[in-house]
């Protein structure tokens, strides 16, 4: 009996334990959730969210068990309550699919202010379910211009006629505020609030977030963007108080040449609805109207862009944004109406951000002044700690470099005065960051300050601005001065992403001009999270769209000029595809197909015979020009029918992407006929450019968009090689010629000058500048040299992104990640390891995960180190002498689970790879 029950007990220990494994090995197969969930262009549980039809993405956790996706299951509710179970607003159902990225919600129509939860579970490729996701949510703004009860109001600055530089009307930043009760406890409470003009506010003494220069820069004729914020904690019930305030910004400041299609005259003005829900669920509102007051009479007596601040210490008024503070002199506001034509809309992208804090390394003296050196070249303002005498006023310069002499150099600021001054209204030290303008700079000086002190380093931090984006990828490589480069090309994306993609960060000018933003933006979204900036920005190119399809030189339109340049419109066909490539967002491209249509009708009817006579900054800067003009040689002619059968070749392409096959047809026929229009005007038989100058750029142009039939495109290239001969392997090619000429002369078998182009150090190029001391890329091949100084041109930013184009190639070359299918489904790793490089490496975030290649050379051994993201693959191109073993993971390769040998060619092996992280091993040949 006593055995019997001791049998019984240890059966029952077993089967105890029995049952826990098999639980454990059935937990074993529950996949990891999904991460990263994201709604439309990337956000993360936003809230005022613009996107009543949001789409859904999310990410597939790197693991063994992770190969692709076979189903997805979203659900989607009102409440975090109804999640998973009863999902009122969607609920997809188990869909066999293998998309986790960019769809589309096809639930319960959406309404300003909802709240939105939702979920997320996948299957893996064996059918094995994961848990459900995190839940996530989204929170809508104020959708239409219905939904705002508030009025826009502000005092009327214009009336003061104070004129400032280039004669254009200043309007002084004005302090507007409201003081109101609260008679109950608050469960919730939401600003949503815009500016005609830019703003900052305060609650109860309290900064509401912070945000630079909001709401940004849109075609304000058409589009204000507004800002919600949650303001639930600082409120109470009782006394409580709102202060704004705002500056002309972008809205009715100075820009180029100020004529702008809106109007300078009117005056800044704020619009704010503050809607508090109360414990006993009613909803309170507070609304700008003709109860604020306002005043001129603040510390801030000057804010523009271009020109800088005066801050008088003197006039500051503290507690005005908090209750019981007397405003008994302010005055009463002016009220406005909405206008109906100007949508006003949550914004799409994120603000600007005080993002990156830089120290002085170094301060040096000069006539009285402190000259502090952020040893890197920067976009935003500066932080100052400064001691001071009351009464003094403190005078704060910015240059982008010295003049050899030590002094600063600011003709290339041409009329904006960037300096910003502060008035001392005590003995001690002072703490002052400007707030509506920005510089770009490197170097700072100060006159002004307590002189009796000493001076230190801490007194000036640049804080570095720029719209609020996270890195999205990385290069680097066994060579200080392409590294240098790599640098450069980022610190010129931080520097001209400031709410929208602009030229140059310092002149009077830094404006989207869309030739610039068409060369730069597929670098920019290797380097930056920056999907969203550019779908928003897109957005204000379609509004800024002109009736016959012109897209203007600039977006927003601040020149109001009405033509457009080929090279720079065609912005509307080549970043839609660009972006998509590397997305895969179709929506996205249905969102601008129309544009695309449009700019493509442009086109047309700026050609005769399809031959093209727009107006064109040709290929803009190009150096040595023959005809001595910032147009360069290559024919505008030319260059607008090359841009006009590139368009429509994209056009087709989107077309394609979005299955409308009839328009897919008529642009795939018309792109053939421009083409051989093209080639019968610009091209002999001989593929040599007949009839006008011929210039690296014309036969760049011919071969990148594919313009040449088969039987002229090898004299072609041959032509081109000769003239890159003639000027001894040295680029001769500006704005729209130099992003080609990587990819062309690659196409061609022709890596080994690329390097040599790129690796030069003589000018014309990269690392002609770096020598120079450049830490940003420059608008000019020659913006400054070391023996000649400064170019002489007035027109010499020293912070301007185009030649940073170069950075696509760098990755998708060098390091070798590419997409071979929209947004990276398919990815091909194909690095090109060439001397002097002895490694390189990049990582980029896909929207499936991080793929990453890196590659040395060790001996005569190449090494590469891959990772290849979940539910993608990648076709990964090894250069080896193949006659040599490849060794996968330190084992000869001769058959593998997840490598695949696709082909094996002298120079190459060809390989299929599933997700996952690989070593491979190389032979080179000796003369690698
Ligand atoms: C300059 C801008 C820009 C360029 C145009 C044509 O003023 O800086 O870079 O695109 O001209």
Known sequence: MFKNSISNYVILILSVFILFNVTACVQQTVLQKPQDLTISEGFTNPVGFYDASPTFSWKLPVSENNKSQSAYHIVVASSEDLLPNNPDLWDSKMQESDQSTWINYAGEELESRQKVYWQIKYWNQDGEASDWSAINHFELGLLQNSDWKAKWVGLDTAQDSIRGNEEVLIHKPQYLRKEFEISEDIVEARLYITAKGVFDVSVNGKNVSDDVMSPGFTTYDKRIETLTYDVTDLFKSGQNAIGVEI???????????????????????????????????????????????????????????????????????????????????????????????????????????????????????????????????????????????????????????????????????????????????????????????????????????????????????????????????????????????????????????????????????????????????????????????????????????????????????????????????????????????????????????????????????????????????????QPYPESGK??????????????????????????AALGKTEEQAKYQALYKTVASAFDERFFDETGKVKGVTE??????????????????????????????????????????????????????????????????????????????????????????????GYNPMSMNSLNHYAYGAIGEWMYERIAGIAPLEPGYKVIKIAPQPRQPLHSAAASLNTPFGAVSSSWEIVDNSFNLEVVVPPNTSAIVVIPANTQKDLLVDGTIFTSHNDVKLLQKSNATFELEVQPGTYTFQSKLDNQR
């Not at 147009?631 to 077309?655: C, E, M, P, Y």
């Open 630 to 655: 910032n147009t360069g040689d290559t024919s505008r002619n030319l260059i607008g029918t090359a841009f006009f059968a590139h368009s429509v070749k994209l056009t087709a392409q989107a077309a």
């Open 695 to 788: 210039t690296q750029t014309s036969y760049l142009l011919a071969l990148a968009f594919d313009l040449l039939p088969e039987s002229k495109i090898e004299n072609a290239q041959a032509n081109l090689l000769r003239k890159l001969k003639e000027a001894d392997y040295h680029l001769r090619t500006g704005f729209l010629g130099t992003p080609l000429l990587s990819r062309v002369l690659d196409d061609m078998g022709e890596v080994d000058m690329v390097y040599q182009l790129l690796f030069k150090e003589t000018y014309p190029s990269w690392f002609y500048s770096i020598n120079q001391g450049a830490t940003t890329i420059w608008e000019r091949w020659n913006s400054y040299s070391k023996t000649e």
């Open 247 to 621: 500056a002309s910004g972008w809205y009715s400041g100075r820009l180029l040449w100020g004529t702008t299609p809106w109007d300078n005259s009117i005056s800044p003005k704020v619009l704010a609805q503050l809607e508090i829900t109360l414990e006993d669920g009613s909803k309170e509102y507070i609304l700008s109207d003709q109860s604020w007051k306002g005043t001129i009479n603040g510390p801030l007596q000057f804010a523009e862009i271009y020109d800088g601040e005066i801050y008088d210490a003197n006039l500051e008024m503290p507690d005005w944004t908090i209750a019981d503070f007397d405003d008994k002199d302010w005055t009463n506001v002016e009220v406005s109406n909405l206008d109906k034509d100007v949508a006003l809309e949550p914004k799409r992208h994120t603000t600007v951000k005080n993002k990156i804090v830089l120290s002085p390394k170094e301060i040096t003296q000069k006539d009285g002044a402190i000259i502090f050196d952020l040893e890197q070249n920067m976009v935003g303002v500066p932080l100052v700690k400064v001691p001071m005498k009351k009464g003094d006023t403190l005078t704060i310069r910015f240059a982008e470099m010295l003049s050899p002499d030590g002094t600063f150099y600011t003709k290339n600021y041409r009329s904006a005065h960037s300096t910003d001054y502060y008035v001392a209204a005590k003995d001690g030290v002072i703490e002052y960051m400007p707030k509506f303008t920005f510089h770009g700079f490197r170097f700072v000086e100060l006159s002004g300050f307590d002189t009796s002190k000493t001076p230190k380093n801490d007194w000036v931090t640049g804080m570095v601005q720029y719209s609020d984006f996270e890195d999205n990828g990385s290069f680097t490589s066994s060579h200080d001065k392409l590294n240098q480069l790599q640098s450069n090309i980022v610190w010129g994306l931080r520097g001209n992403f400031l709410d929208i993609p602009t030229d140059c960060p310092q002149r009077n000018e830094r404006l989207g001009w869309t030739g610039d933003a068409q060369v730069f933006g597929p670098t920019s979204m290797f380097n930056a999270d920056v999907y969203k900036f550019w779908a928003s920005w897109l957005q204000s190119v379609r509004e800024a769209q002109l009736e016959d399809g012109a897209i203007p030189w600039t977006v927003p339109d601040s020149r109001g000029n009405k033509i457009a340049s080929s090279g720079w419109g065609d912005v509307g066909t080549i970043i839609p595809w660009k972006i998509y490539m590397r997305t895969g967002d179709v929506g996205f491209l249905g969102d601008n197909f129309e544009m695309m249509e449009q700019w493509v009708a442009y086109h047309q009817k700026k050609s005769k015979n399809h031959i093209s006579n727009m107006m064109s900054f040709s290929d803009w800067l």
